[in-house]
C-alpha cells in the first residue's frame, strides 16, 4: 500500500511566524495597510481562504491575517527558480497549477493537505488585475470548493492597485487594506447550485479600485505617477496608431498626436477635454481601437524590440540571452546571431503576461519567457494574439465583446 505524503508539516507554521512580522512591518509601512489578525479562527480549520489579486506581495498580505499556515496554489514559474524554488518550497509547500501538472495532481496534493489539518489560499483570478477591477474568476474555484466540503473565508484586499498599479514604474503612497468580507459555510454553500455558488463568490470577491476610492477618499500620490502607462495604454486614442505612446511625470503622451491624459492621485485619468476616465473605462477603448488596427493594417509586421528569451521548464529555467523580437499579425519571431525561433499563433497555445514584465508563450510542449524592457508592453502580445484567433475563427467585431479580451 502506498504511503501517503506528509504534506503538513510544524516547519511550515513555525518558520512563517518567525518570517512574518518582518514582512508586516515593511508591508504596514510601505503600504500603509490596515488589517485584522483573526485569532478567533485558530483551531477552527481547515478553511480555503479566498481573495482578490491586485499585487504580487496578496499572498503575504493574506497570510498574515490568520493563525494557522496557508498553503497556496501557485503558477508553476514558482516552481522552476531552481535553489529559491527550494527554498520557497522548504517554507510554505505552495501546490503546483501548471500547463506542465495535471489538474487531478493538483487536487491530490490540495485533498491531502486539507486531510491532514492544512487551509488553502487561492486568488481565484489567476492574474492580477490590470486596470482596476477584480477580472474574471476561474469556474473550477467552485469544483474544488464542493470536493474539499470545508469553510470557505472570501477575503478584499483594497487600495493596492492604486498604490501599485500593475503596470506601474514607480509606487505611489496610499491608504491600503485587507479584511474578511464574507464566510460560507459547508451546510449553505452545499445546497447551492454550482451556477449559484459561482456568483456568490464573484459578488463578494469583486472589488473597483475607483468606487473604493470615491468611497474613502484616499489619494495615491509619488512622483512620476503616470511612468509605465503606455504598457496598458499602447494606442493613441487620437489617431488610433499603436506604440506611440510615452509616459512623463503625470502625464501620458503620444508621438503620433496631440492625444494625452494627466493621470490623477486618483487613480482616474483626465483627457484634453476635461473629462475623466477610469482605467476600466480606458482599457475597453484600447482594446477596441487596437482590434480594429489589427484588422484593418495591411502590414504584417506590427512591432519589434529587444527582449531577454528564458526557456522554461519544470524544475528550472536556461537563460538563451538577448534576441530581437518581430512581431507580426500572425506569428512572433525571434533572431540572435546564433539561433532564430519563429512560432506561428497556430501552433502556439496561450500567451499569457507574468508580472509586470515578462511575457509567457506557451507551445504544445514548449514554454518560453519573454522580459521586456521596462517601459514596453507586454499587453500588446496577449490581445494580438487573441484577436488572430478570434478573426481566424471568424470574428468581425469586438465592440460588443470586449469583455472577452484581454486578461
Do not use: C
Given at each position: 500500500m502506498k504511503?501517503?505524503?506528509?504534506?503538513?508539516?510544524?516547519?511550515?507554521?513555525?518558520?512563517?511566524?518567525?518570517?512574518?512580522?518582518?514582512?508586516?512591518?515593511?508591508?504596514?509601512i510601505k503600504y500603509k495597510l490596515s488589517f485584522k489578525k483573526y485569532k478567533t479562527l485558530n483551531k477552527k480549520g481547515p478553511f480555503i481562504v479566498l481573495a482578490n489579486h491586485t499585487v504580487n506581495i496578496d499572498p503575504m498580505i493574506m497570510g498574515m491575517q490568520f493563525p494557522f499556515h496557508?498553503?497556496?496554489?501557485?503558477?508553476?514559474?514558482?516552481?522552476?527558480?531552481?535553489?529559491?524554488?527550494?527554498?520557497?518550497?522548504?517554507i510554505v509547500n505552495p501546490i503546483k497549477k501548471s500547463k506542465s501538472v495535471s489538474d487531478m495532481e493538483t487536487i491530490r496534493k490540495t485533498k491531502r493537505i486539507v486531510q491532514q489539518g492544512g487551509s488553502i489560499g487561492i486568488f481565484p483570478e489567476g492574474n492580477t488585475s490590470y486596470s482596476g477591477q477584480t477580472v474574471q474568476i476561474m469556474p473550477t474555484t467552485v469544483k474544488l470548493i464542493k470536493m474539499l466540503k470545508i469553510p470557505v473565508i472570501i477575503?478584499?484586499?483594497?487600495?493596492?492597485?492604486?498604490?501599485?498599479?500593475?503596470?506601474?514604474?514607480?509606487?505611489?503612497?496610499?491608504?491600503?487594506?485587507?479584511?474578511?468580507?464574507?464566510?460560507?459555510?459547508?451546510?449553505?454553500?452545499?445546497?447551492?447550485?454550482?451556477?449559484?455558488?459561482?456568483?456568490?463568490?464573484?459578488?463578494?470577491?469583486?472589488?473597483?479600485?475607483?468606487?473604493?476610492?470615491?468611497?474613502?477618499?484616499?489619494?495615491?500620490?509619488?512622483?512620476?505617477?503616470?511612468?509605465?502607462?503606455?504598457k496598458l495604454i499602447f494606442i493613441d486614442l487620437m489617431s488610433k496608431k499603436p506604440f506611440v505612446t510615452y509616459s512623463k511625470g503625470n502625464k501620458l503622451k503620444?508621438?503620433?498626436?496631440?492625444?494625452?491624459?494627466?493621470?490623477?492621485?486618483?487613480?482616474?485619468?483626465?483627457?484634453?477635454?476635461n473629462q475623466l476616465h477610469t482605467l476600466v473605462e480606458i482599457e475597453r477603448q484600447v482594446k477596441i481601437a487596437y482590434f480594429n488596427y489589427y484588422k484593418?493594417?495591411?502590414?504584417?509586421?506590427?512591432?519589434?524590440?529587444?527582449?531577454?528569451?528564458?526557456?522554461?521548464?519544470?524544475?528550472h529555467n536556461e537563460k538563451l540571452g538577448r534576441y530581437r523580437l518581430k512581431l507580426f499579425k500572425?506569428?512572433?519571431?525571434?533572431?540572435?546571431?546564433?539561433?532564430?525561433?519563429?512560432?506561428?499563433?497556430d501552433e502556439i497555445t496561450n500567451i499569457v503576461m507574468q508580472g509586470k514584465y515578462q511575457v509567457i508563450?506557451?507551445?504544445?510542449?514548449?514554454?518560453?519567457?519573454?522580459?521586456?524592457d521596462d517601459y514596453s508592453s507586454i499587453y500588446k502580445y496577449v490581445l494580438t494574439y487573441q484577436h488572430y484567433m478570434y478573426i481566424k475563427d471568424g470574428g468581425t467585431s469586438i465592440d460588443d465583446k470586449h469583455f472577452n479580451f484581454g486578461i
Open positions: 504511503k501517503t505524503s506528509k504534506e503538513v508539516k510544524l516547519r511550515h507554521k513555525v518558520l512563517t511566524r518567525l518570517i512574518e512580522p518582518f514582512v508586516r512591518i515593511y508591508i504596514v496557508l498553503y497556496y496554489i501557485a503558477t508553476e514559474q514558482v516552481f522552476n527558480l531552481g535553489f529559491l524554488s527550494k527554498v520557497i518550497k522548504f477575503m478584499n484586499i483594497k487600495g493596492m492597485y492604486l498604490s501599485y498599479p500593475r503596470w506601474a514604474i514607480y509606487k505611489k503612497k496610499g491608504k491600503t487594506e485587507a479584511f474578511i468580507r464574507k464566510i460560507i459555510l459547508p451546510d449553505t454553500y452545499l445546497e447551492m447550485s454550482d451556477e449559484d455558488l459561482f456568483f456568490e463568490i464573484e459578488d463578494n470577491l469583486f472589488v473597483d479600485a475607483y468606487a473604493d476610492q470615491e468611497a474613502s477618499g484616499n489619494l495615491y500620490k509619488g512622483k512620476h505617477i503616470a511612468h509605465g502607462l503606455e503620444s508621438h503620433d498626436s496631440d492625444f494625452e491624459l494627466t493621470y490623477l492621485p486618483n487613480g482616474k485619468v483626465l483627457d484634453k477635454d484593418e493594417n495591411k502590414e504584417s509586421l506590427l512591432f519589434e524590440e529587444e527582449v531577454q528569451l528564458v526557456k522554461s521548464f519544470a524544475t500572425e506569428r512572433v519571431y525571434l533572431t540572435n546571431v546564433d539561433n532564430t525561433l519563429d512560432f506561428s499563433f508563450i506557451y507551445l504544445p510542449n514548449e514554454t518560453y519567457m519573454m522580459r521586456l
